[in-house]
């Protein structure tokens, strides 16, 4: 309908190990190094348009990679999730919100399946502006939060950490992009310009 929408996508990406320090890892600890790594991605987006301005989604998520056996360590892992985003639109700007929550499971040959996510939830909150002449900014603050089932694994595999090593945390982005032409544009972005 004019308000709802509903999108598939699925997706594999492949990386052939080329990199010389990662073939030579590899090929050190007994790995197959030119084998390629496939990592397949399967989400579901349900839109729905609150008003002309305001929209909300929901997307469930799981992407999964079953190593060769030319990797003798890490067999195989699988991810998944739900993101739930809300959304503002003007002419002048956007701002976001949105909110991640996932699980791994990742199978190690010789300690069986290890699950964990880091973290649990993860929070944005992206304000877009944008200006005449092509211009834009955007900034994003985002949260990471909830590791409690992470220090739980490590714990039960004897694993030791520094006490505030998983404690939350919130990270600063910023970026400018300018349109140079009709399909040209410049992009500068800065990371964790702010962490805490």
Known sequence: GNNNSLQAVYSRAIRFLTEDDVRDFRVSDGHAGVL???VDNLELTY???LTNKIYASVTPWINWRTNSGGDHYLTGYRNMGVEARLTYTSEIGNATLLHNYGTTNRSFASAGSVFYQFP?????LILEKKWGNGYQASSSLVVNWSFDRLKHELANLNITFPGDAYNTSALWNVG???QLGKDLYVRFDGYNLLAL
């Open 36 to 38: 390629p790594d496939k």
């Open 47 to 49: 839109e729905h348009n």
């Open 120 to 124: 649990d939830h993860q929070s944005k």
């Open 176 to 178: 400018f992009s300018k």
